[in-house]
């Protein structure tokens, strides 16, 4: 499963980010990571460092959703939605 990973600008981090996507990373090693906009992603992640969650949301589209996330009361329910893309993108290519 391709991620597109979309970061805010870091202006008032109250979130650590890139320890998500470590973590994203070790847990999940299907996924493999993009960090620039192209439309060929299977999912999008939006990672804010403050519940302001200001960060520009163009572009940041991925074919099964996007996933906004501002604080760690949301990290599971990110693994549960990056684990049903999986699940799709994996039944997708089986029928190919």
Do not use: H
């Not at 996507?21 to 999008?44: F, H, N, W």
């Amino acid at each position: 499963m391709i991620l597109y990973v979309k970061y805010c600008g870091g202006c008032n981090p109250k979130f650590e980010r890139s320890l998500l996507v470590a973590r994203i990373t070790s847990e999940l090693p299907e996924v493999k990571l993009m960090y620039t906009q192209d439309s060929g992603a299977d999912a999008a992640v939006i990672i804010c460092g403050c519940g302001s969650a200001c960060a520009d949301r163009t572009g940041a589209i991925g074919t099964y959703g996007t996933f906004v996330i501002w604080q760690n009361e949301q990290v599971s329910e990110l693994f549960d939605f990056l684990k049903q893309v999986i699940i799709i993108v994996n039944k997708s290519e089986e029928t190919l």
